[in-house]
């Protein structure tokens, strides 16, 4: 569709969108506008709408990827969790658990494709320092009774002596 | 940055009042009679349209040259003085 036919808004619109300011469309600029706007559309036919649709993919992206992964997973992890649990126990009591489980493995999937990698290094690290500690107390513990003893043995000849 | 010539600060030294499109800087009685034809016949009119593409001034020129068939240098001259009386008095 030529410019000429299009309406004082889409060319204003397309005059926006690529990246054209500009003032109201009327009868003396819109010659104007037609010709910058023929003259910017050569210049770059596909570049200037392309990085809309990148933006547009990559909050579409994000929006799949955690629907994709809840919903196999979860159905798996679930059935996986009934079949167990149901030869023991009736199903009726499964459902609620079911409805309360699925939620936190979300938000433990969502949460491993930014923030999680780091999340886990620094737990980890935590973790390992808690159990140099405590081996670290065990020890003492060990050291101090071991040397209470010996000076207990030492005090008790003395005293017999 | 090329000079300013005596019509220039003249335009641009007082409101416009009811000035013709001939006093603007770079718009002589050629470029004039061509915009008046086109019902541009006073310089607040050309001001209106410098006005209306949001007083850019590169907008304008190429406006001007396509209106009355200005060249770079007048058209430029024009917007420059329209700007820089905007500036002053608007």
């Known amino acids: ?161 | 940055m090329s000079t300013t010539s005596q019509k220039h600060r003249d335009f641009v030294g007082e409101p416009m009042g009811d000035k013709s499109v001939t006093s603007l800087s770079g718009i002589g009685e050629i470029l004039g009679k061509k915009l008046e034809q086109q019902g541009f016949d006073k310089a607040y009119v050309v001001l209106g349209q410098f006005l209306l593409l949001k007083k850019d001034s590169e907008m304008f020129s190429e406006w001007l040259k396509d209106a009355s068939g200005a060249n770079s240098r007048q058209a430029g001259s024009c917007s420059q003085c329209l700007r820089e009386w905007c500036d002053a008095f608007l």
């Open chain 1, 1 to 161: 569709m030529p410019l000429r036919e299009k309406s004082d808004e889409e060319l204003s619109k397309l005059l926006s969108e690529y990246g054209i300011t500009h003032g109201p469309i009327v009868d003396s600029t819109r010659k104007l506008y037609e010709k910058k706007l023929e003259k910017a559309m050569e210049d770059a036919p596909v570049e200037v709408p392309s990085p809309d649709k990148t933006f547009y993919r990559e909050e579409v992206e994000e929006v799949t990827y955690i629907t994709y992964h809840h919903s196999p997973v979860r159905q798996e992890v679930n059935s996986d969790v009934v079949r167990r649990r149901g030869n023991a126990e009736p199903d009726k009591e499964e459902e609620p658990l079911q409805y309360t489980e699925p939620p936190v493995q979300i938000s433990k999937r969502t949460a491993n494709h930014s923030a999680a990698p780091g999340m886990k290094e620094s737990g980890c690290s935590v973790w390992k320092g808690v159990r140099l500690l405590l081996l670290l107390a065990v020890l003492a513990a060990a050291v101090y009774y071991a040397y209470c003893r010996v000076v207990n043995n030492e005090e008790d000849p003395s005293g017999i002596q």
